[in-house]
């Protein structure tokens, strides 16, 4: 195989709409989870939120120019569920449908593909209020807002996503409470997670049964278990993470039950699943999401509550800016496509979230940002992602994370994962090192990752 990439390799970026777009409550939008989360004292770095984030909202031509200057041939974004219907369903909000058509219209324009994620993390806060995930009437809840947007963009929009990364909506939001809704319980989280998947497998009925063209698919966020020693408990630990953490959500998709670990992991909170809904959360997908940032390195732990697994420190390896349980691992990649071939088989794969968060300056110096580790994070994993090609993984496309500086949630904005740095002041946009190597990337398609000359 040649050190290019196969002939119409996909190569984008991504963002989400609470982290960019700011203006969550502007022409008639409902307040999110996010929103409500974010201006409560605590629950963020800072007490920072998304009012204003990257002002995506107006500033949205501006960034569709960076994208055309990257070179980007698709862009990954999602739909605020509250800016389109504020009460979750019931009255539409023409003005935040109005946004969605024009930045569509305006990716298309600079020949763009659109990529629409339906929920990232944003739900309304009337449905919260009514049991938001833990209650299964938002399967159908969320089928409407699914087929309100296919009405609205299915004619033009190339790929959907139904769900970004359910695992750390249940992980985070239902069970350790650490993102919104900022929830701390066994049988919540057991609950969201069960009708997340079976909202996802509403929605995919919902695009068969319109008119909508493109492809429809979930994204995942995977992260490879690696035992700490070849100790029993330490290999039982791993197994219950990975179970936990991959198999919880892959399984029943794919394969059409949930992980045998679970029951016991979850306990009283488990409960039963019926036939009829497996096989709703098993409806045939296009594409699989992937994104991928760190492998976890497990060991028992008694104390580490429910899962008594926790990861161990890695020091020979860098890790990010949010502190060493990111640890930099390109191999876990690969090793992550190898695993969803082997286990679920042939499916089409796009990574749709890789990158970094590493220390930038708050303003760029004579114009540049110098980003060098997020350079050489990038080109070690898309070298992972082609050794992956090489031994047979179909992998289609790759989107870094993330376009712009965003709001990283509960961390605030001192987290930078941008290819594009964003001054917290001015909010000025420039490209850093990073995204002039991408550019390379992309109109070498991939050849400039093995030459000599692409080294820092």
Known sequence: MS???????????????????????????GPSIWHRFS??????????????????????????ELMRRLGLQSYRFSIAWARVLPAGRGGVNPDGLAFYDRLVDGLLEAGIAPNATLYHWDLPTALADRGGWTNPDVRGWFSEYASLMFRTLGDRVAFWATLNEPWV????????????????????????????LCAHGAAVQ?????????????????EPKYPASESAADLAATQRADAYMNRHYLDP?????????????????????????????????????????????????????????????????????LGWEWEVYPPGLTRTLLWVRERYGELPLYITENGAAFYDPPA?????????????????????????????????????????????WAAGYAVRFGLVHVDRASLARTLKDSAHFYTDVIHSHGRNLFEPTSAI
Request: aromatic share 10%; with cysteine.
């Open 364 to 408: 760029a110096i004579a114009g540049r940002v110098p980003d060098p580790l997020r350079v050489h994070y990038l080109r070690e994993h898309l070298r992972a992602a082609h050794d992956a090609i090489r031994l047979g993984v179909d992998l289609r496309g790759y989107y870094a994370w993330s376009l712009l500086d965003n709001y990283e």
């Open 253 to 321: 998709l794919l394969l059409g039950e949930y992980p045998a670990e679970l029951p016991e992991l979850y306990g009283e909170a488990w409960p039963e699943h019926s036939p009829a809904e497996l096989a709703l959360i098993r409806q045939p997908i296009d594409f699989l999401g992937i994104n991928y940032y760190k492998r976890g390195v497990t060991r028992h732990d008694d104390s580490a509550w429910p899962l008594r697994a926790s990861l161990v420190p890695q020091p020979q390896h860098p890790h990010t800016a």
């Open 3 to 29: 050190d290019s990439f196969p002939a119409g390799f996909l190569w984008g970026a991504a963002t989400s709409a609470y982290q960019v777009e700011g203006a969550p409550l502007a022409e008639g939008a």
């Open 39 to 64: 201006h409560l004292p605590g629950n963020t770095a800072g007490g920072e939120t998304g009012d204003i984030a990257c002002d995506h909202y107006h500033r949205w031509r501006e960034d569709i």
């Open 206 to 222: 919902a695009f068969r049964a319109s008119a909508a063209r493109g492809r429809i698919g979930i994204v995942v966020n995977l």
């Open 169 to 196: 909506v249940v992980d985070a939001g239902y069970l350790h409470g650490s993102h919104a809704p900022g929830h701390r319980s066994t049988f919540e989280a057991a609950a969201a997670a069960h009708n997340l």
